[in-house]
């Protein structure tokens, strides 16, 4: 099993440029979850989504971000525009009915 | 909602000593609990769960975590650390409950062991 798949691994972009950053779940999970990480706020959770229905997006900073689940394979996460405070690795992680999260390499986004 | 809070953001200690991270959790009901490193440049990994029985949980790498319901805790333990264990350590915890799949981070325990 190849693992969470995440692209790309760094992603340098100028403020106000659209970001979208993509997922592919371990096959067979049925959870796939966007998480951001930053020196000042740890781990948050942006939103999850379940047989590819988002479920919670109530940690989605703002209309400026955007997540999609059109099938099971694959999933989007979408900021424009982006800010430099956009800056952050970004997390996919899936699971099963076991709740053991399965996380990617991450996204490194820098926005100047 | 649940909260995850980890008492010590960065520990140092030397190899071969003892290894004890502290984690609560405030939540009422039943949790599911998880601990995860996260090696430098790289992503989380599951070191260990706990759902039910057992409340002393092994996990790999000679970690483990013992599960007190009672002081909301489950903190993670390792006898004797290497090197190779500097990393960041996460406990997270998920409310258990039928449809329940979100999971919630502690900020993290940064672990610098010294050679």
């Known amino acids: 099993d190849a693992g969470v798949i995440q692209s790309p691994r760094h992603e340098v972009t100028e403020m106000g440029q659209e970001v979208t950053l993509r997922c592919k779940p371990i096959?067979?999970?049925?959870?796939l979850f966007w998480y951001r990480q930053t020196m000042m706020r740890g781990l948050e959770l942006l939103i999850y989504?379940?047989?590819?229905?988002?479920?919670?997006d109530s940690g989605m900073p703002e209309d400026r971000f955007s997540a999609k689940m059109p099938n099971a394979s694959f999933s989007t996460l979408k900021i424009q525009p982006s800010e430099p405070r956009d800056s952050a690795v970004y997390f996919c992680?899936?699971?099963?009915?076991?709740?053991?999260?399965?996380f990617g390499n991450g996204t490194r986004l820098t926005v100047t | 909602a649940q909260s995850v809070s980890q008492h010590n953001h960065h520990v140092i200690l030397s190899e071969a000593a003892s290894l004890e991270l502290g984690c609560n959790y405030s939540?009422?009901?039943?949790?599911?609990l998880f601990w995860y490193v996260q090696y430098p440049g790289q992503h989380l990994q599951l070191l260990l769960k706990?759902?039910?029985?057992?409340?002393l949980v092994k996990g790999i790498k000679g970690f483990e975590a013992e599960f007190i319901k009672s002081k909301f805790s489950f903190n993670l333990r390792k006898p004797s650390v290497q090197w190779s264990d500097t990393a960041e350590y996460f406990c997270?915890?998920?409310?258990?409950?039928?449809?329940?799949?979100?999971?919630?981070f502690g900020k993290g325990t940064k672990l610098s062991v010294i050679p």
């Open positions: 992680a899936s699971s099963s009915t076991n709740l053991a999260l399965h």
């Open positions: 096959s067979g999970h049925n959870s």
């Open positions: 989504f379940n047989n590819n229905v988002p479920i919670d």
């Open positions: 939540y009422g009901g039943t949790v599911n």
């Open positions: 706990y759902f039910s029985g057992d409340p």
């Open positions: 997270a915890v998920n409310a258990a409950g039928a449809g329940s799949y979100q999971l919630t």
